[in-house]
């Protein structure tokens, strides 16, 4: 009975005509699309692979039959080359369709409406904007219409509002967050009355950015922070030069690993590139303020401070950034800065020399100490002359010290900067997700 339906149904069926029994009357076909599966997104080329299926529904007024003169049979199974079929094409794809694409059957009612879900890999193109790589939103279409057939002969519509996700299956890198279906038209410029009637289908994907953290930014961010550790390492240690250089060396190979995975254009730079610029920048800038506080550091004592750069570092600077002075190292040097004038100094002499003579011969201590009391006065006369050299000439000890204070003041002012620096461009690459606009949807 199925194969007597058939015969009648296709008899002098012209697959070239139109569904319609009257000349004038569009075709009505309504559209759906049922995405299946992301593919990727290549950033590089601009174009999105996703894999789905396009629901066509449509009336053909030539395809019916009463279901009680052929023992109820209510619908039947067309292969797709016996019967009229509306043009689907991809407006904005990148590749041809897959062969297989028209092989699909065809379910048709008996009261001639005809079901039809082809299916196939979608290779369109789509405009990306990786401004906020990895935090980005793309909005990519997939536009379905025909090229062959304009408005007042076939309308392809759509059928529903948004994209069917049903069946989705999770990507590993984009997350569909919304979708949404709008039909249009296409005029040319040539005929302004003649349109071309399209179905837009635009999904709103977002990036999982939780392997870019985890292999590009945080590795990258443990690197800046030993790029600061260099400022906290003395400069009599030796190794500042070596450490910064390591850290720098470091960045390099990082970056080279880190140009794989980031998007090769140039009509956006993203953020992301920028940071690591910023942060590689930053590292080359703390080698460079390094040799300056080494050079400060292991300055020649015979040229001194000079009172400008004394008064601006270790005067002001130092107490804005609460840096305390040091004390020279060497314990006869503080010992002598004890004793305020000559008195004290041949005081200290008689009772040293009176202390030795006592624990050696006391009677040969009474005697000296008779003549220590006469020669007090010529001690004191001695002493006095050089003192007061002393105390209007700085010494090679007061001078290097001196020197090492202004790099220590500059060391700590450079780490503060170079650390601020760093916690900035940190915090605005962290804080993009928030402060970044979402597309309009």
Known sequence: MEQELLRRLLHDYDVDARGVLDVLDPVVVKIQLLLLRIHGLDERSQVLTTTGLIICDWDDGRLKWNSSEYEGIRDIVIKP??????????MNGADELSPDFRKIRILVQHDG????EPGGVFTTTCDIDIRYFPFD????PIQLGAWAYYSSRMNMTNASSEVLTHDFRLNGEWDIYHTKVEWKEN?????????YPFVEFTLFLKRRHMFYVMNIILPCTLLSILVMVVFCLPPDAGEKISLGISVLLAFTVFLLMVAENVPRTSLHTPIIVIYLTCTMALGTLSVCLTVVILNLHHRDAERPVPKLLRLLVLHWLATIMRVHARKPKTMARNRLRDISSPNELSTSLENGLRQVLNNQNPVLSSKINGQLEDEQLDVENLGRR???????????????????EVAHVLDSLFFVIIFTSMTASAMIILLVPAYKHDPVI
């Open 81 to 90: 080359e016996r019967v009229w079929l509306p043009e689907l094409a991809l």
């Open 113 to 116: 409406h005809v079901h039809w």
């Open 137 to 140: 939103d793309q909005s990519c």
């Open 187 to 195: 005029v040319l410029p040539c005929c302004p009355n003649t349109r």
């Open 386 to 404: 050089p003192f007061r050299e002393n105390r209007s000439k700085p010494s090679r000890t007061d001078l290097t010290h001196e020197w090492k």
